[in-house]
């Protein structure tokens, strides 16, 4: 079964950084593009942002770009989301997610890791 794994969450102090990582068992999803999401508690799921393996990026918000970069290690299969400069508001459940198509992948990909609570401190 294959699976996209999330790590790296945490509670760091505002102004902290973080770096989460997005790692699969294996298979075909392993070649397919990848993002990440967040939900903060009541609201909905939010794109933050996706990558291709070709090093094509897209960021949900400009706002999220000048803070958070995704990238991607094809050697590991691993996609990371560098935050640096993390605000309270940040705090959210991060999702990992996969697509064989980039554009679907930012609206309603096809597969979901579990998720990593990121909690950010004032």
């Known amino acids: 079964q294959v699976q996209l794994v999330e790590s790296g969450g945490g509670l760091v102090q505002a102004g902290g950084s973080l770096r989460l990582s997005c790692a699969t068992s294996g298979g075909i999803l392993s070649r397919y593009p990848r993002a990440w999401f967040r939900q903060a508690p009541g609201k909905k799921r939010e794109f933050v942002a996706a990558i291709a393996w070709s090093g094509t990026n897209t960021y949900g918000t400009d706002s999220l770009k000048g803070r958070f970069t995704i990238s991607v290690d094809s050697a590991k299969n691993t996609v990371y989301l560098q935050m640096v400069g993390v605000k309270p508001e940040d705090t959210a459940v991060y999702y990992c997610?996969?697509?064989?198509?980039?554009?679907?992948?930012?609206?309603?990909?096809?597969?979901w890791g579990q998720g990593t609570q990121v909690t950010v401190s004032s």
């Open positions: 997610a996969a697509d064989p198509d980039y554009w679907t992948l930012q609206s309603t990909p096809k597969y």
